[in-house]
């Protein structure tokens, strides 16, 4: 039997991975009822405050839900793989480790803007007075890069943890710190874009941070990820 | 007993403490007091070169964990794991040093600043560094985790390094490394540019020690669990 090229391979895991988390119901609108209990969590927490903390408020809560929703996409990727060994099975066909990472990788993006969209429009209605003169569709593209960097970095850092003894310390210990620079910069852009309603000058220098990131993690995800899982090494 | 090797190594690390000590007794004693600081500044002849030694410790981490996932030899990985211990160690000295800094002159012991919070995430991954080493099994599998993790650490030094420029925060910006030349009196600059380099060289003797005694320690796990069989 001929062997699918890297593309096809890469298609037909990211259609396995898919169909697996639209199994069931309860996977497509747990999305969206998670991003709502953060919203009610936080408008509960800070009651009344000042419109431009509000904004400030609002880019913490579509940062902090789809930070948080990432964590549970990371587990969800890799939990199968190492609970049922499919893992160690996948690696011994001739499979593209490229192809591997790139599915798992499209997969966990895809299940992080399914939280984060529905957090920014769900936010937006919730704080509209404080965000009524401004367009929030500006911020969409920067939550899609911060989604594509903090991805990236986590399905390489759920990937080297897997096999680790103390894998639920580990994995929030190093995770976290590294996602520093893509968080900071995402929030920075999209603060200074609400408050002002345009992308200024600082703004484009942190969206640069930002996409550099995103660059640096998926270029060393896909460079390190067949390192990790290549046993013939 | 020791051998003429070991004896040389010694040697040399007594001469760098003995250098750490002269550059630490110049900067307490012979560096002016500085005009806006008062005495409080003088920690910064040993929290400079502690920082610069931390980052100087990823940089190695980096280099290191680039050689251990090419080659897959042990004593790289050995190298990795020393290094990361001794950019830890540096790492603790950087806060601590700075909170005894901070508690006079900003008022609090610590405070989230953006160096600081930064610094503290490198101390938090050389600990990570350190955990998953040991949560591992040894074995290929472990110097290939162990390497990438290596090589993602070190992305984070640039941003902790401009993080004083990137976030207008408490923390000074740099008065070293900086356009139109450092801001300090000559004798304070060379004193600290002279403690960089001590402790660097300081840093490497100790990973080098370190790497030794991780090596002697594989080798004696090896020999007891072939014994065991």
Same mark, same amino acid.
């Given at each position: ?7 096809? @391979? ?10 697996? $988390? ?41 940062? =902090? ?13 890799? $939990? ?16 593209? !480790? ?14 992080? =803007? ?15 007075? &404080? ?6 569709? /500006? ?13 990236? =970095?986590?399905?390489?850092? &759920? ?5 680790? @003894? ?42 640069? =941070? ?6 640096? !993690?998926?270029?060393? /995800? ?12 | ?33 500085? +005009? ?47 290094? +990361? ?69 070190? +992305? ?74």
């Amino acid at each position: 039997m001929k062997t699918p090229n890297a593309f096809a @391979q890469f298609r037909i895991l990211l259609a396995n991975g898919i169909k697996s $988390e639209l199994s069931d119901l309860e996977r497509l609108i747990s999305p969206l009822l998670f991003a709502l209990t953060i919203l009610i969590l936080f408008a509960f927490a800070v009651g009344e405050v000042e419109p431009d903390m509000r904004i400030k408020l609002f880019v913490a809560e579509v940062f =902090l839900t789809t930070f948080l929703a990432l964590q549970i996409s990371f587990s969800r990727v890799f $939990e199968p793989a190492r609970t049922d060994k499919v893992f160690d099975l996948l690696r011994t066909y001739p499979v593209s !480790y490229n192809a591997w990472f790139l599915a798992k990788y499209v997969l966990v993006v895809m299940l992080g =803007l399914s939280v984060a969209l529905p957090t920014i429009f769900i936010g937006a209605i919730m704080n509209g007075k &404080a965000l009524a003169n401004v367009s929030i569709w /500006g911020i969409i593209p920067v939550t899609v890069l911060a989604v594509a960097g903090l991805s990236a =970095l986590g399905v390489l850092l &759920a990937a080297i943890t897997m096999k680790a @003894q103390s894998r639920q310390i580990l994995y929030p210990l190093l995770y976290f710190p590294m996602t520093a620079p893509v968080l900071l910069s995402a929030i920075q852009v999209s603060v200074t874009y609400l408050e002002k309603g345009i992308f200024n000058s600082d703004s484009k220098a942190w969206f640069l =941070l930002l996409a550099s990131f995103d660059v640096i !993690y998926v270029t060393l /995800g896909v460079l390190l990820f067949s390192e990790l899982v290549d046993d013939s090494q | 007993m020791l051998d003429a090797k070991d004896k040389k190594s010694l040697y040399i690390g007594i001469l760098l403490a003995i250098l750490v000590l002269v550059q630490w007794s110049v900067g307490m004693f012979l560096a002016p007091v500085d +005009a806006m600081q008062g005495q409080v500044y003088r920690i910064i002849f040993l929290h400079v070169p502690a920082a610069f030694t931390a980052f100087f410790s990823a940089f190695m981490l980096f280099i290191y964990s680039i050689l251990a996932l090419k080659s897959k030899k042990d004593s790289y990985q050995q190298m990795c794991k020393a290094t +990361a211990e001794v950019g830890l160690i540096f790492t603790a000295i950087t806060l601590l040093t700075g909170s005894i800094w901070g508690r006079p002159t900003w008022g609090v012991w610590w405070t989230w600043d953006a160096r600081l919070t930064t610094t503290l995430l490198l101390a938090i991954l050389y600990a990570g560094y350190l955990l998953l080493y040991s949560s591992l099994e040894p074995g290929p599998g472990r110097t290939k985790a162990c390497a990438i993790l290596g090589i993602l650490i070190s +992305a984070d030094v640039p941003v902790i390094y401009q993080s004083v420029n990137w976030w207008r925060t408490l923390h000074q910006p740099q008065s070293m490394l900086r356009k139109g030349g450092a801001t300090m009196d000559p004798l304070i600059l060379w004193t600290v540019v002279a403690g960089i380099l001590i402790l660097i060289l300081f840093s490497i003797w100790l990973i080098v020690q370190r790497k030794t005694n991780i090596a002697l320690q594989d080798e004696l796990e090896t020999k007891s669990f072939q014994q065991i069989k």
